[in-house]
């Protein structure tokens, strides 16, 4: 993958791209960045164009400028889509990611071929007490990396991965997060039940691993069934199902693009 760095903002992508193919836009989890996708680049490589994003405050999309805001990660995807001349694409998010991919959707629906929400929620049908309940367990953690992002990152692979392989994966990637990226996640909650809910024009998977939390599978559960979409309970897979259970994820995430 190809580093790119978005003109005039604090944006860095990656590009893996081939003439005349669908693209596929990855977007990580909190705390993380795009390496997360390291076993899809690989699958997906050649079989369609490839780009991933490092969300504001992580990777290298940290040389932030007064008035950037995570509100603006929609807006600067597409200046990515108008840079590279890319009319449409399908959209992979896993966790804090699946809440970008929908923001983009509901701002630019027309290039949205499809969605994949994995270990996320509907942003425009979110339950407000499910969100407080959520909110709490993240502030326990956020508190920990008040205090050292080693500690913070060695409690956070439990709650984000399942096997010892992808733990130890994410728990590596996750050191690079610095502290003050936290006040970059301060305006998510502006990007929840903004929009209307409305019929999809595009195809809709949603889905997280057996092992997440109760909560997110019951979460997942209603999703697809108020959608009438597909869903997928990825077994031997927690929070990061795509790092956990890589082979499987991949094989799920072709048969739903094709």
């Given amino acids: 993958m190809k580093e790119f760095h978005l003109e005039n903002t604090p944006i860095a992508y990656y590009i893996d ?4 193919k669908d693209w596929i836009v990855f977007i ?4 993380v960045d795009h390496r997360m996708f390291e076993k899809q680049f690989e699958y997906f490589k050649g079989k369609y164009n490839l780009l ?6 992580h990777g290298n999309s940290t040389k932030v400028r007064k008035g950037d805001s995570i509100e603006k990660m929609s807006y600067w995807i597409n200046q990515i889509f108008e840079t590279h001349n890319i009319k449409s694409a399908h959209f992979v998010g896993v966790s804090l ?14 290039k949205v071929l499809s969605l994949v929400c994995f270990g996320g929620y509907d942003i425009n049908d979110f339950d407000i007490e499910k969100q407080k309940s959520n909110s709490k367990e993240q502030m326990k953690m956020m508190l920990k990396a008040m205090f050292s ?5 060695k409690a956070n692979k439990k709650i984000s991965a399942y096997t010892m392989e992808a733990q130890e994966e994410f728990y590596k990637i996750n050191l690079n997060f610095k502290r003050k990226s936290f006040k970059y996640l301060a305006k998510l909650q502006s990007l929840i039940n903004k929009y209307p809910k409305k019929k999809r024009q595009y195809k809709l998977l949603v889905g997280c691993g057996q092992h ?5 599978i019951e979460i997942v559960n209603e999703w697809a069934e108020k959608e009438h979409c597909e869903k997928i309970i990825l077994q031997e897979a927690g929070h990061c199902a795509n790092m956990d259970n890589p082979e499987e994820f991949n094989k799920c995430l072709e048969s739903f693009l094709k």
């Fill in 212 to 216: 997440d939390i109760p909560m997110e």
């Fill in 28 to 31: 990580h989890a909190a705390f």
């Fill in 97 to 110: 990611g699946a809440v970008f991919v929908q923001d983009f959707a509901n701002k630019y629906e027309d």
């Fill in 149 to 153: 992002i080693k500690w913070f990152a």
């Fill in 52 to 57: 991933a994003v490092d969300i504001l405050g």
């Fill in 17 to 20: 791209d081939l003439e005349n």
